[in-house]
């Protein structure tokens, strides 16, 4: 049988990665889809020596394609966030009962005059520099859209009906319900303390930020609409205009980032931390948005992009001059006052508070999405520099004593989140088990004691600190007496919650028990019936029922979610109450998506119980069609 002969007529570049060209010419697919150098020749160029100059241009370019391949995502992201835009407008222009014409998305703000930052609160918004001074460009797009810097970014179109978003008094109005509303019931565990300056950095950060400014508007306009279709003499007139606020803040918000992202895409992320932090905030800010008001599908892309960005922050920013990985080192970088440390008793900077907050989202949503993307979570390679507790002797020799450098672990999600560190990381470990699991049994080659080996330490954890929680939660016979200056501090501390809220230590130990599911899923496979698996669930549906009330769900929505998915036929009434008991409250947030989920998988069980190898949690977190993101 003759034997094909491999073309020589490929380019040098794909020849040296050892890649099948196609020889399309001047740039063959392959080279100009990585962005590298395509080069064809007679003669053979001096560096493909078959010796160490070869190898070195090898590696230069492996380093290469690496390098690029963030700016690639980075473009594909913009390419998908003017989809989003356009199908927006789509979704404006198909609804012919919609008082909103298709330029409403597309508008800018007008201005009679330029702004400026003492005017109006309208104005603090407008107030950067221009960015056209700095080389920044304007990305090619034939509609109307604000610039970086707050001020028309182009001319607009010839007959283009621009016109104004909400008036400045309606934006302070909607402004002031997401600060003193919607951000409280979606991070009731968020109190940070007044030693701490509260929440101040989220007020300054809206008024830097426009994408973050007109998504936050959105989600109050949302749940503000949500509050008026449950008051009975609201009028219709109400509701029409709130769905178009709604549309227009979406709109936006797209726009600015757009525009946010093409210019840290331009200026790079080196030079530029404080820009390309706020624009790591703008996009967890829209992907809270989209989860909210359950927008399926455009969570993933966000969390692509976020992630990105937060890799590059650490690559360049996040080194010490003694060479080590730390994430002090960033914020530093970040500080108001002119300190080479933060002292502890001065508040964080707002650019510090902010990434410190949008940090700890991020490292919970990646989190929280690997056990749905089937792969491990791709921050866990700063969990060890983030979450857990390092060796203080080390820190000691890179920061002051009795610093804020001092405090360990760097990001402790419990104050943002309600759920304790060593929790996250356990279940963020577990993904990754599964996913190893997976690849090894694609090859054939998986060990069980291999698999039980790397589960040991992951369910030690787990049950340990489990246990110490229970002994906690027993020894408690009240609140403890506090006196002196403490004694006072505490009702400025954020503590006390107008919502019904349970306490940390019990939302940690439902977070864990869940996770310890997880584990005991991925260990033994789909197995309902595993005595493991169902005294797990058992224990975490006993702690779901001695919660205040149904509304706390709404910080239990993936384990809640685990748990219900593997519960048996006898216990489902539970979940059905459970929700039920939320009343309006579970329009909000993912809980529907949650319970969708679960009686999803309760109505396939007889075909899942026959194909039990085909199921795991990432099959049920991905069977309404597109992977959940349970936040």
Known sequence: MATKVRSSGGCWTCRLRRKKCDEERPLCKGCLALEIDCLYSDDKPDWMDGGEKQKQRAEWLKKEVKRKAAHRRELRYLQGLEVRLESLDASLTDDSDSPAPKNLINAAPVFANPPDASTSYHGTLDSAPNSASNGAPTPDTSVSVPSPDGHLGRRASPGLDLRPTLSQEAEAHSA????????????????????????????????????????????????????????????????????????????????????????????????NLREASRVMASIIQLMTCDVAIAKPGNWVMHLGAATELFNEIMKHHATTEHGTTCFMAVLLQLGSRPFSWT??????????????????????????????????????????????????EEIRKHWPDSEKEQTLPHINLQEFLGVENWVVTSIA??????????????????????????????????????????????????????????????????????????????????????????????????QPSCPEIQQSVAKTIDMLLSLPSPDCLRT?????????????????????????????????????????????????????DKNPDQWDLAACLNCLSQPALLI
């Open 176 to 271: 002031m319900m997401y600060l003193d509303y919607v951000f409280p019931f979606l991070f009731p565990y968020y109190r940070p303390s007044f030693a701490d300056v509260g929440r101040g950095w989220l007020l300054v950060l809206l008024t830097k930020n426009k994408a973050l400014f007109h998504s936050a508007l959105s989600l109050a306009g949302y749940f503000h609409g949500i509050v008026l279709s449950h008051i009975q003499d609201a009028p219709p007139a109400c509701h029409s205009h709130n769905a178009e606020a709604l549309h227009e803040q979406q709109g936006l918000a797209l726009q600015w980032l757009q525009l946010e992202m093409q210019d840290i895409i331009t200026r790079g992320v080196k030079g």
């Open 343 to 392: 002292p502890k008793n001065h508040p964080w900077g707002s650019d510090q508070a902010t990434l410190r907050f949008f940090t700890a989202q991020l490292l919970f949503f990646d989190t929280l999405a690997s056990t749905a993307l089937q792969r491990p979570p791709r921050l866990q390679q700063w969990h060890p520099h983030l979450l857990t507790m390092l060796d203080e």
């Open 429 to 526: 470990e577990t993904a990754a088990l599964d996913h190893w699991k997976k690849e090894m049994k694609g090859t054939g080659s998986l060990s069980f004691t291999q698999l039980l080996t790397r589960a040991a330490p992951i369910e030690h954890r787990l049950r340990t600190a489990l246990q110490a929680l229970e002994e906690t939660s027993i020894g408690q016979g009240g609140p403890a007496s506090v006196d002196g200056p403490q004694y006072f501090l505490q009702y400025f501390a954020g503590s006390f919650s107008p919502q019904l809220m349970h306490g940390i230590t019990l939302n940690t130990r439902i977070w864990a028990q869940a996770a310890l599911t997880y584990l005991s899923l991925v260990l033994s496979g789909w």
């Open 556 to 608: 239990l929505v993936w384990p809640f979610t685990v748990t219900g998915c593997l519960a048996a036929p006898s216990q489902e009434h539970i979940f059905r109450g459970m929700v039920e008991g939320m009343g309006p409250l579970k329009v909000f947030g993912t809980i529907r998506e949650g319970f969708a989920i679960m009686c999803k998988v309760w109505e396939n069980r007889a075909e899942i």
